[in-house]
Every structure is written in C-alpha cells, then in structure tokens.
C-alpha cells in the first residue's frame, strides 16, 4: 500500500522487526510494538492492508476472538491481569486510508494493555458510545463513521463492550485526527510516555518478548477443528 510514510503493520515494510511478531494465525498476527507505554502492550493486526476492524470480513472475527484469549491467557499467567483493556481507534472508519496528521496509512490493530484504567470513563468525556456485543458488531454499530472501540472493565470492574463515535458526523475529522495514547498515557499519570518516538519503551520491550517465549514453550490453544496445538 502506497502512502507518504510506510504502513508500520505491513509486515514486508520491515518496521516490526521478526522478534516483535509473536504469533502468526491465518489472517492475523500478534505483536509486541515499540511504544511500549506499560509493559505488555500488544497489537493484534491483519496482513493484509485494512482501515480498522470494522471493515474485516466477516470470517476473521473467529480468528480474532482467538488471538485476544491467548493475549487473555499471557497477561493472567505474566502479569497477573485478570482482564485486558482492549481498544481501537477505527480512523478509517468511514473509508480513509490515510492518517490526515501523521501522513501514514492506516491499518487496522486492535491493542491490549495489562493495566487497570476506566477506558470507558475516559472516553465517555468526549464521545457517545453505542454499546457492541464485540468487535464483529462494529460495521453495523459505526455506521461507516470513525469510531474507537473499547472492551475493558469500567469504573465498578464490570466488563462492558462499546463504539465509540462524535456527537455528530460534522465532528468526525476531530475524531479521525484525536490521538488516544497521550490520552490514556496521562490517566495513568505517565503523560510522557503517550508518545512512542518520545519514549519508545525499548527495555519493557525486550522483556515482554522474553515473557512471552517463556510463556509460549509452556502453552497450548485448540484450533478450530483441530486437537490441541503447540506454538511452532
């Protein structure tokens, strides 16, 4: 895909190095970027050049709620992190394909955090949410709009599911152009490190991939169809 800067999450575009890709499905991939605000934060994110979750084929969301159990499953046996924090912000929501700030195309990853932050208390301050049985409801419940998707517990612990949209089409370019990560970054009270090229988070990244391949040697998951597998 062609674009002023190279698209991060083409793996043949060689910005995530071998290293950093954890673990490879049919359609998806997981990952362990640079930026790492906490340790353990993690990507999951298609081959294949796509704006956001909402334009997945329908068949992939099997493969995704695969990949987000073993992401589950790592910061329960590493972290001690009974829940995730899941979110995305969908720019590309209503078909643009390249970040109107940043220049970079946008492809489509979904991110998890092993930490305790109210996602849904902090974006209901500047956005409505339409709440979502999970990421396979959001091309209905965007309605071809930008959107950010969270999937965390809220302020009482209750795991809640939701699209987050503008108050009104008219508003969506603020929403294409609003960054998320300086945003949770400072409700942790880690405002510097809400931007990767400030703080690129390279020592929590080399831990956490050292986490993950203890975690991988010792770990099995069934495929669909299949017995039980082993990483490779």
Same mark, same amino acid.
């Given at each position: 895909m062609s674009g002023a800067r190279p698209c991060v999450y083409c793996l043949d575009n060689g910005q995530i190095e071998p290293r950093q890709? @954890?673990?490879?499905? =049919?359609? @998806?991939?997981l990952c362990a970027p640079r930026g790492q605000m906490i340790e353990g934060y993690l990507a999951i994110s298609p081959y294949r050049c796509v704006g956001c979750l909402a334009h997945f084929p329908p068949e992939w969301f099997a493969e995704l709620a695969r990949l987000k159990a073993i992401v589950a499953g790592f910061y329960r046996a590493a972290y001690r992190v009974a829940q995730p924090v899941f979110y995305e912000q969908g720019r590309g929501g209503r078909g643009a394909v390249t970040d109107r700030a940043g220049g970079f195309p946008l492809h489509a990853h979904l991110c998890a955090l092993p930490a305790a932050v109210d996602l849904h208390g902090l974006l209901a301050r500047h956005y409505a949410a339409v709440p979502v049985p999970g990421p396979e409801a959001l091309p209905e419940a965007t309605g071809h709009r930008p959107y950010i998707y969270a999937e965390a517990p809220d302020a009482q612990g209750c795991v809640r599911m939701a699209a987050y949209r503008a108050a009104s089409p008219a508003q969506d !370019? @603020?929403? =294409?152009?609003?960054?998320?990560?300086? @945003? !949770?970054?400072? =409700?942790?009270?880690m405002p510097e490190r809400g931007d990767w090229r400030a703080y690129p988070g390279d020592e929590e990244l080399a831990r956490l991939i050292e986490r993950f391949a203890?975690?991988? $040697?010792? $770990?099995t998951w069934t495929s669909p169809g299949s017995s039980a597998k082993r990483f490779p």
């Amino acid at each position: 895909m062609s674009g002023a800067r190279p698209c991060v999450y083409c793996l043949d575009n060689g910005q995530i190095e071998p290293r950093q890709v @954890l673990f490879r499905g =049919e359609h @998806l991939y997981l990952c362990a970027p640079r930026g790492q605000m906490i340790e353990g934060y993690l990507a999951i994110s298609p081959y294949r050049c796509v704006g956001c979750l909402a334009h997945f084929p329908p068949e992939w969301f099997a493969e995704l709620a695969r990949l987000k159990a073993i992401v589950a499953g790592f910061y329960r046996a590493a972290y001690r992190v009974a829940q995730p924090v899941f979110y995305e912000q969908g720019r590309g929501g209503r078909g643009a394909v390249t970040d109107r700030a940043g220049g970079f195309p946008l492809h489509a990853h979904l991110c998890a955090l092993p930490a305790a932050v109210d996602l849904h208390g902090l974006l209901a301050r500047h956005y409505a949410a339409v709440p979502v049985p999970g990421p396979e409801a959001l091309p209905e419940a965007t309605g071809h709009r930008p959107y950010i998707y969270a999937e965390a517990p809220d302020a009482q612990g209750c795991v809640r599911m939701a699209a987050y949209r503008a108050a009104s089409p008219a508003q969506d !370019i @603020l929403l =294409e152009q609003a960054r998320l990560k300086p @945003l !949770i970054a400072a =409700e942790m009270n880690m405002p510097e490190r809400g931007d990767w090229r400030a703080y690129p988070g390279d020592e929590e990244l080399a831990r956490l991939i050292e986490r993950f391949a203890a975690f991988q $040697a010792n $770990a099995t998951w069934t495929s669909p169809g299949s017995s039980a597998k082993r990483f490779p």
